[in-house]
DNA sequence: CTTTTGGGTCAGCCTTGTTGACATAGTTAG
DNA sequence: CTAACTATGTCAACAAGGCTGACCCAAAAG
């Protein structure tokens, strides 16, 4: 470990390393929302309208507080969003059978077509990102990228890895 | 709901697969984020005044509308931040010597400190995913990572292999 | 019956993006 | 030299999507 200078630095090349990774991310997550971002321009919707109707679309009947664990933002900025989406048609809310204070959360037909759309681009970006880097290369992504997420999160794909982690252990119910 | 449950379905696989890439990449850029951001509210900062530093930094003496291709925001945004920036003595603007309209932008003692601060928490969460997940996994990350950017930000980490990609091709230099 | 919980709502604030119009200094082309 | 273009800055107004704080109701739990 004596030859600096020459490139061979290996703590400026960690340090490199560590700044790609960095920026990786940046400009993957601005790219990633890019397109979805103009489709719903045209319904007069925001990223936060996609965020809801991605997840009551993963998790049907999920309950608002499910939702905001999720989200992790404040039922208020929530509520803005989620009002919009119920009075527009995309979402229902069903009384809980068990807890009628809860107000369970599917897509409408409408929902689903919307969700549809708007993450299609996304799924084809991943796609040809996975294709063209191969199998190897996304078990690699997935390790370090779980690595990255706090522990709440990452609960959510611990034990999904092949049982499609529909409601794989969450839910809070009841 | 009918069945294909048993996790033969290749269809239903990949579609899973390609929404853990989706979730993956939403759950880690809102953790990633969130240590800078409590940091940043001490001083009355936000999100944006991170990456004017994180970018100057990487990029000393970087005129304003090279910094401007990098985040893709508007003059306006941009100097709205900046220039409180300047103000409190994190960035410094110099004249260009070859194009005297150009002001190029570099940090003060003041602002290295800064930056290196607000990034660490962000570099330690790089390097413990790094470490924990391993040299061929973090290829793999940077494969896919790569695969999700668009072109023109593509374009920095293409050559920038192993020289440090300081300045690597950009600077539109006059 | 009282307390706790799930959910909703109003009101106001902040950051950070946007568009559009305009100003000014310096560079470059004719 | 003049005209045109370029780099940067600035004012004004707007929107999305976070936040806090206060308060409400209905249902569940004790």
Redesign the interface.
Known sequence: MSEAKT?ANPL?????????????????????T?EADAMLAKHKFGRAHH?VI?FVG?HPRISVSDLLDIL?ITKQSLSRVLSQLVTDGFIIQHRGPRDGRQRLLELTEKGVEMERQL?EA??R??????R???A???????????????DP?RE??AQ?R????RDGGRERDQ
Not at 12 to 32: H, K
Not at 125 to 130: I, N
Not at 162 to 165: K, L
């Open positions: 490139s400026f090349l960690r340090e490199e390393e560590l700044r790609q990774g960095i920026e990786l991310l940046f400009f993957a997550y601005r790219d990633f890019s965020r991605y993963r992790a993450t996304q799924r970006r991943f796609a040809r990102a996975y063209e880097a191969g190897e290369a996304v078990e690699g992504f997935r390790k370090v990228m779980l690595g990255i997420v706090d999160a959510r794909f999904s092949r049982d499609g982690g």
